[in-house]
């Protein structure tokens, strides 16, 4: 009987705390959505992959003169050339090669990298807006953990306006268990620094949970 109390009150303890979770980062979304932020001008605009109007709200960024430095990640430098030229930009723009990611987590590691490489202090994440509360836990949270004092600022990009209802809450809802698959690999590269996709079984894990927990949009 002392067994199944127990049980019983761990299982609510959990999911009190998931749905607290899910609050918070619902909430932090609405807030995202709902406020323009206010920007000052940082040593790199950095863009997460996503649809090509992220590229285009980097880009006019760093036109009005932001940042001098851009870097999208999963895009080679040669490639953003290719839009920049398309949408005129006409600033002076170091493009910095984003390479090659498999998940939010690896896009943190790539921007650490290029945050180290160069010694930038500070930093604009331009992506979308239901996508930035997890970003920016990820990121400051990795970049802290490894030593680096980089003032984090974001500028969201809302790709999903003009989507139903349903739509939307199938994206908050992916995004809400994507939080904790993120922090899994976070979790791992801190144990093992190994990026958690390079581990032996980890895609095949993550295939199948993509499969049953996510939605499909």
Not at 36 to 47: F, G, Q, S
Not at 174 to 180: A, C, H, Q, T, Y
Not at 194 to 215: C, E, M, Q, S, W
Request: aromatic share 10%; proline share 3%.
């Amino acid at each position: 009987m002392t067994f199944l109390k127990n049980l019983f009150l761990f299982t609510a303890i959990l999911a009190g705390i998931l749905m607290l979770v899910a609050l918070l980062q619902i909430s932090a979304i609405l807030v995202v959505e709902s406020k323009d932020p206010d920007l000052e001008r940082a040593d790199l605009i950095v863009v997460f992959p996503g649809g090509q109007e992220r590229v285009t709200a980097a880009l006019a960024l760093a036109e009005s003169g932001y940042g001098a430095n851009l870097s999208v990640i999963n895009k080679t430098a040669a490639n953003l050339q290719k839009s920049v030229d398309k949408q005129k930009i006409t600033a002076e723009i170091q493009l910095i090669t984003g390479d090659e990611s498999r998940s939010t987590f690896e896009d943190i590691v790539k921007t650490s990298g290029i945050i180290r490489q160069n010694q930038f202090k500070s930093l604009i994440l331009v992506t979308s807006s239901y996508h930035i509360p997890r970003s920016m836990f990820l990121l400051e949270t990795f970049l802290k953990t490894s030593g680096m004092r980089v003032k984090v600022q974001y500028y969201p990009v809302n790709p999903n306006k003009n989507h139903n209802r349903t739509r939307k809450l199938k994206t908050y809802y992916n995004e809400l268990v994507k939080l904790w698959g993120s922090s899994v690999e976070m979790a791992c590269y801190g144990l093992t620094q190994k990026l958690p996709a390079d581990i032996k079984g980890f895609n095949r894990v993550i295939d199948f949970l993509r499969t049953y927990l996510l939605f499909k949009i």
